[in-house]
């Protein structure tokens, strides 16, 4: 089941499938609800977003960056739970980084027709912690470049309970969403969850 990338990053598949990931993320939509934000260019970004844990990120006119404060609730985000703080955990310890401590989990909701750009993490204060990201729902196909943009990009395919790891030298690889196409999950309906868990500061 653990499938390399390439050095620093791990497909560990179908290491999460338990449906109480995806009650987690009603719940935590319940407190933060989704919704879609809007990039410093003044772009909305089509997949939909919440966050749990101490810090969430936020994009709007003003730049990307980490907020303890939910923007449109005024509140903190809800707490992460203990089974993402322990499944995060675990994954990276089985990657080879065994002292993850995420302080922040973005939630993103993609429909059918919406995508992710290729785009680098770099928001965070510590790039030697890795990143954990957790697919729930419809599949998707993930593309994973190199350090630098024009890097040649790989496809792999992302489906429910999967778990992969991007650390040390894949840390700051270029990587996207293809987009979502239609169809139906028992889990999340016409919906790709994922979770993405980070050391933010
Ligand atoms: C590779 N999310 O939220 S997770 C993101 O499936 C993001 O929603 C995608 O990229 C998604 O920023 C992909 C996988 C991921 C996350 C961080 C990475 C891959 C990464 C950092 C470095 C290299
Ligand atoms: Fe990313």
């Known amino acids: 089941r653990d499938e390399p990338l390439g050095p620093g990053a791990m497909i560990l598949r179908g290491f999460a499938p338990d449906p109480a990931m995806v009650e987690e993320v009603a719940h935590i939509a319940g407190i933060s609800p989704f919704r879609q934000m809007q990039t410093p260019g003044g772009r909305t ?24 404060l939910d923007p449109l609730t005024g509140r903190p985000w809800p707490e992460m739970p203990q089974r993402f703080r322990q499944l995060a955990q675990e994954a990276a310890a089985r990657a ?10 973005l939630v993103n909701r993609y429909v059918p027709g919406v995508k992710m750009g290729l785009h680098q993490d770099r928001d965070e204060a510590d790039l030697d912690a890795p990143i954990v990201s957790v697919s729930l729902g419809l599949p998707a196909t993930f593309q994973f470049g190199g350090p630098r943009r024009g890097d040649p990009v790989a496809k792999h395919a992302l489906t429910h309970g999967d778990l992969v790891v991007w650390g040390g030298p894949a840390r700051l690889n270029w990587h996207g969403i293809l987009t979502l196409k239609p169809g139906e999950h028992p889990l999340t309906g016409a919906a790709r969850i994922n979770l993405t868990f980070r050391r933010a500061r």
């Open 45 to 68: 970004i089509g997949v939909e977003m919440t966050n749990c844990g101490a810090l969430g990120w936020v994009s709007d006119r003003r730049g990307y960056r980490y907020e303890p």
């Open 96 to 105: 080879g980084f065994p002292d993850f401590r995420p302080d922040a989990c």
